[in-house]
């Protein structure tokens, strides 16, 4: 087990409170009674502060900002796009074949095709690998998606045996340096953008980061909105301290 696989199941927040409060047992059993009830009342209050949507907005923030929105004649030409598989949506939103339809503005495999169409890159690889051995890896997936955007078969390239950001960069580099590519187009969403564009530098690549999805909620000012503990918002927060874990596993693993 690599130190990324350790700690992202411990950045989830209520996996973190309940590590939490198994230590609090042995800390009462041994009469330390301040410390087990530190530890009990921090198993109470973390998970508790990231299900608030101000506290999921803020930890999302700090990590969408470091790549800010870029449009897309302000992105350079490169060798290829390289897309990042999560979060395709439902099939027949590709039906109308229109990249810029108002339902896919946050689409990472429209976003994508627009770039494609662009002219930018002339080879569009699309990584990711099957999350169940009876389903469809996630490549193949956008690449079905991706076809009906008006991107022919000649300009995909599948990666579909990668299961981690790292196998995304490593694989993707490989089946890139067979085609004499070094200047890739990234698109992720913008929170796993810093995570991912790491690892593919690390894996010898050239990156121009181009941000797609953003998972900043605004509260328009609703105080309910902002400060009323929801799912949503600790989903939200588990998966940014999941980024902040892999970031901090990368600089380790050195």
């Given at each position: 087990m690599s130190l990324?696989?350790?700690?992202?199941?411990?950045?989830?927040?209520?996996?973190?409170?309940?590590?939490?409060?198994?230590?609090?047992?042995?800390?009462?059993?041994?009469?330390?009674?301040k410390c087990a009830a530190g530890l009990a009342l921090a198993a109470l209050l973390w998970p508790l502060w990231w299900s608030l949507p101000q506290a999921a907005n803020w930890i999302t923030a700090t990590l969408e900002r470091r790549h800010p929105?870029?449009?897309?004649?302000?992105?350079?030409?490169?060798?290829?796009?390289?897309?990042?598989?999560?979060?395709?949506?439902?099939d027949a939103w590709f039906d109308a074949g229109d990249p810029r339809a108002e339902r896919l503005a946050t689409s990472?495999?429209?976003?994508?095709?627009?770039?494609?169409?662009?002219?930018?890159?002339?080879?569009?690889?699309?990584?990711?690998?099957a999350r169940r051995a009876d389903a469809p890896s996630e490549a193949a997936t956008m690449a079905q998606a991706v076809r009906k955007l008006g991107v022919p078969e000649t300009a995909l390239v599948l990666e579909e045996d990668s299961r981690s950001t790292r196998e995304n960069a490593r694989r993707s580099a490989q089946l890139l340096r067979e085609r004499g590519a070094r200047?890739?187009?990234?698109?992720?969403?913008?929170?796993?953008?810093?995570?991912?564009?790491?690892?593919?530098?690390r894996a010898g690549l050239q990156v121009a980061p181009v941000p797609a999805d953003s998972e900043i909620v605004s509260g328009?000012?609703?105080?309910?909105?902002?400060?009323?503990?929801?799912?949503?918002?600790?989903?939200?927060?588990?998966r940014a301290l999941k980024e902040y874990a892999g970031l901090l596993?990368?600089?380790?693993?050195r």
């Amino acid at each position: 087990m690599s130190l990324a696989q350790f700690l992202a199941p411990l950045a989830a927040p209520f996996n973190l409170g309940l590590c939490l409060l198994a230590l609090a047992a042995p800390a009462l059993l041994l009469r330390w009674r301040k410390c087990a009830a530190g530890l009990a009342l921090a198993a109470l209050l973390w998970p508790l502060w990231w299900s608030l949507p101000q506290a999921a907005n803020w930890i999302t923030a700090t990590l969408e900002r470091r790549h800010p929105p870029v449009a897309d004649a302000a992105l350079p030409p490169a060798d290829a796009i390289v897309v990042l598989g999560g979060g395709t949506g439902l099939d027949a939103w590709f039906d109308a074949g229109d990249p810029r339809a108002e339902r896919l503005a946050t689409s990472r495999v429209a976003r994508a095709a627009r770039v494609w169409h662009r002219g930018d890159a002339p080879v569009l690889v699309l990584s990711g690998g099957a999350r169940r051995a009876d389903a469809p890896s996630e490549a193949a997936t956008m690449a079905q998606a991706v076809r009906k955007l008006g991107v022919p078969e000649t300009a995909l390239v599948l990666e579909e045996d990668s299961r981690s950001t790292r196998e995304n960069a490593r694989r993707s580099a490989q089946l890139l340096r067979e085609r004499g590519a070094r200047r890739v187009l990234l698109v992720t969403s913008a929170m796993h953008m810093p995570r991912a564009a790491a690892q593919f530098e690390r894996a010898g690549l050239q990156v121009a980061p181009v941000p797609a999805d953003s998972e900043i909620v605004s509260g328009k000012g609703d105080w309910g909105a902002r400060w009323v503990p929801t799912r949503t918002a600790l989903r939200r927060s588990g998966r940014a301290l999941k980024e902040y874990a892999g970031l901090l596993a990368m600089r380790l693993e050195r």
